[in-house]
Structure formats: structure tokens, C-alpha cells
């Protein structure tokens, strides 16, 4: 089966203001000790690795640029190991047969897709090429906006000048497939700083291929929270930062960028095939502490305690682990799939899914994507025709002008894509 692997760093320099994300500040003593967890944690799995076409590596944060290159390095070579996967660091012939970064894979027709996220102001010249080196051959850069002011008020680290310098070092190292993160709805956000941001983006040179668009989200215990509760912060209405969203929009479009998920827009041929097999319900496996993994139907997380994670006992396992693992064994197809995995002490079990609730994330995850979901699709993966299955709720939306239904899709309005939270709540 196809796999994506996702490994987290928890560590940072500063916590950015809104950041509610598992991640440590100035715990970087343990980096070291942090990395070989996570390779004892990878061999654990190899046989789940090594067994499956592994399609994306993404390595997120956190923020990955903050720790050693070195030890970005060390974990790609595991990973590389377990799974057979070659590097080809300069251009040539295929090696024969197998999984090959950089050329075409036999059996695929594509290239590994291999992320890390970087943040200006940790990253250095001499890193990014490192990165190229040892077979990344995608950025995701955490900019968020060009204003100097606005990136004071969120707790960013860096200033606009510092991205830039990221930037130009990434296009000298060799990167093509380059992400820009921007932000909406900050405070102190308006139409015309949104506008210089992505005038600014899109004029680079050379132009990115993905520009991640997320609107900012105040959660709990975060310290914007306090910020916005004191009254020193205040955020754009609702009704402007949807003006600011239908702007972005348009404007990204009218500047060649596909529009193919909520948040998300790219070059025909740079969508990020990582979120897309996650959108799609496609397999993947987390490494580190607060991972998370999807394996045949069932969710597991790994523990979110930085302390515990470091401290397990590799030879042990965690008893209520393993007696949710007896458990799924009798489960037919998931729990036998699932006597391979071996999930050790650090990873519970959040979810069991059953069919149908499979069914319906899947509704759920594929109505993020602008095209949506296909019906044929959906009856290959799950024997049903989903416009059967949910004729309930569809009707309901199609009635409320929130989704379309085609000959072979089923898709977000326009209205929808302003009230999608309302479209996936009718499948949770």
C-alpha cells in the first residue's frame, strides 16, 4: 500500500503568540538524545516501511531549520535505509528498480516528495544546502506576512528582510518546489497589507510554486489570547476577514495558482502531494513525540509528554496498547493488517474506525479539495455510491446551495466554501 511518514521536531526558538502546537523553546540540549528516540522509533517499524511504497516523507514542527542540520541528515538516512530508498544526488539514469529521489520511480512515474518546514531566522545558507544534499526536494517557509508590525504582533522571530535572505538562499541551493505560509484575519490586518503581502510573494523571484493561505485561529491557553482578552490585540470581524479571503483568492488565481484546497493554491503540477494524500484518506505513519499515524482504519497517537517520550523503555510495551491490539486482531481486515505495525509504549490508540465511519471522514477530508469528491471513486474504495449513502445530508446542502452534484462529483459552492465548516459538520 502506498504510506506518507511524517516526523516532528518539537523544538523552537520562541513559541510564536498563536502557536498551540506541541513544541519546546530552548530545550535544545536535548536534541541529540530527542533524535536517536525517534530512530529507535523508526527501526521499530521497519517492517511497516520497508513493506509499502512509501510516497511522501514531511518533516514538520516545531520548527525542523531550529535543530542541527546534522540531525536532519541522521534521520533521512534511517528512514532511507529501513525503506531501500536510493538518493541520486546529481542527474542520471534510474538504479534498476528502485525507489530513486530526484528521477522517476519505475512503478510511479513520480518523484518522492520530500518536505521540511523552515522558518526565517533559524535557517542559514550552509543548512538549505545541506537539506538539498540529503535528498529534500521541497520547502515550506513559515513567512505569514511581509509587514514588519504585523510579524511583531503574532511573536514571530523574523522580520520580512530575513525571509528574504531565506528565500534567495533557497533558489542558490537548488530549490524548485518552494511553499510560502501567509496568514489572514491577524490583528492589525487590513485589505491593503494583505495585498502588499501577496504582491510582494508572487513578484519573487523565482515565483513560488505553493502558497499556503491560513486564516489565524485563537485557541486556548495561547498567549494572543491573553493579548486579544486585555484588549492590547484586536482581530479583523468576521465579515472582514472573509473580504480579505475572497481578495486573496481572486488575487492568487488571477496570478496563475490553482485554487485546489480551502486553504491552499499552486502551479498546475505542485500540489502538495503530502496534504493531498491526507485529504484523499490515503496512509500514513508519525514519528516523535505528538505523531500521529492512520493505518488501516485505526488512529494512533503518539504521547505529547517531551519528557516521556525521551524516557521509554524501548523493550517494553504499554499494557493498554497491547490489549487494544488484541482487540482490533479480531476486527477482520483492520486488526489483521495491524498484527504487523508493533506500536510500542509511546503510541495509544485514539480510533477505530468502522466502514461507515470511514466513509464519512472520507466525505468529510475529500470536501476540502475544490474538485472535491469523485463518486466513481468512492464506490471503488468502498463498494457504496456515496450519494445513496448520505442521500440525507446531501440533499440538505445541495438545498442550502452549499454543494454541487455532477455526473461524477460532489463539491463546495461557492457559498460552501465560505460555510464549509457547516458542509463538514453534516458528516462528523
Given amino acids: 500500500m502506498e504510506l506518507g511518514i511524517y516526523v516532528h521536531i518539537p523544538f523552537c526558538v520562541k513559541k510564536c503568540d498563536y502557536c498551540d502546537f506541541i513544541s519546546y523553546s530552548n530545550c535544545f540540549d536535548m536534541q541529540e538524545r530527542y533524535v536517536e528516540k525517534l530512530l529507535e522509533e523508526i527501526e521499530e517499524n521497519k517492517n511497516l516501511l520497508r513493506n509499502n511504497f512509501i510516497s511522501t516523507i514531511y518533516i514538520g514542527g516545531g520548527t525542523p531549520s531550529a535543530i ?14 529501513v525503506t531501500g530508498i536510493e ?16 528521477n522517476e520511480m519505475p512503478d510511479k512515474k513520480e518523484k518522492i516528495e520530500i518536505t521540511i518546514e523552515v522558518n526565517p531566522g533559524t535557517t ?18 513559515g513567512l505569514q506576512s ?66 499556503s493561505v491560513y486564516s489565524l485561529i485563537v485557541e486556548e491557553n495561547t498567549k494572543i489570547e491573553q493579548r486579544i482578552d486585555s484588549g492590547e490585540l484586536s482581530l479583523p470581524d468576521d465579515e472582514e476577514e472573509r473580504r480579505q479571503y475572497h481578495y486573496m483568492k481572486n488575487f492568487l488565481e488571477l496570478n496563475g495558482y490553482k485554487h485546489y484546497e480551502i486553504s491552499n493554491f499552486a502551479k498546475p503540477g505542485f500540489e502538495s502531494k503530502h496534504n493531498m494524500n491526507c ?23 503518539n504521547t505529547t509528554d517531551l519528557k516521556e517520550y525521551l524516557n521509554v ?35 495509544i490508540i485514539e480510533e477505530i474506525q468502522n466502514k461507515l465511519d470511514m466513509e464519512k471522514e472520507f466525505m468529510m477530508l475529500g470536501l476540502r479539495k475544490l474538485d472535491g469528491i469523485s463518486i466513481s471513486k468512492f464506490e ?14 446531501l440533499q440538505k446542502l445541495v438545498e442550502e446551495d452549499l454543494l454541487e452534484v455532477d455526473l461524477d462529483d460532489i463539491k463546495l459552492t461557492s457559498k460552501g466554501l465560505d460555510l464549509a465548516n457547516l458542509v463538514w459538520e453534516e458528516f462528523v
Wanted: charge should be positive.
Fill in 87 to 102: 538518493i541520486e544526488k546529481n542527474k542520471g539514469t534510474s538504479n534498476g528498480g528502485k525507489k530513486v529521489i530526484g
Fill in 68 to 81: 542541527k542540520p546534522e540531525l536532519i541528515k541522521k534521520i533521512l538516512d534511517k528512514i532511507y535505509n
Fill in 146 to 211: 511581509t509587514d514588519d508590525d504585523i510579524l511583531k504582533k503574532i511573536g514571530r522571530i523574523h522580520n520580512y528582510e530575513q525571509f528574504l535572505d531565506t528565500y534567495k538562499w533557497a533558489e542558490e541551493a537548488g530549490f524548485e518546489n518552494i511553499n510560502v505560509d501567509l496568514m489572514l484575519g491577524l490583528p492589525g490586518q487590513d485589505i491593503g497589507i494583505l495585498k502588499n503581502s501577496l504582491e510582494n510573494v508572487v513578484n519573487l523571484k523565482p515565483e513560488p510554486k505553493h502558497i
Fill in 279 to 301: 485529504w484523499e484518506q490515503k496512509q500514513y505513519v508519525g514519528f516523535g513525540v505528538a505523531a500521529h499515524s492512520y493505518v488501516n482504519g485505526v488512529r494512533y497517537a
Fill in 124 to 141: 542559514t545558507k550552509n543548512n538549505l544546502q545541506m537539506y538539498k544534499n540529503c535528498g529534500i526536494n521541497r520547502l515550506s517557509i
Fill in 380 to 393: 471503488q474504495k468502498f463498494g457504496e455510491n456515496p450519494i445513496y449513502l448520505f442521500r440525507n445530508e
Fill in 313 to 347: 523503555d524501548k523493550s517494553k510495551k504499554n499494557g493498554n496498547v497491547e490489549s487494544m491490539e488484541n482487540k482490533i486482531k479480531n476486527e477482520n481486515k483492520i486488526g489483521k493488517e495491524n498484527e504487523k505495525v508493533g506500536f510500542k509504549k509511546v503510541r
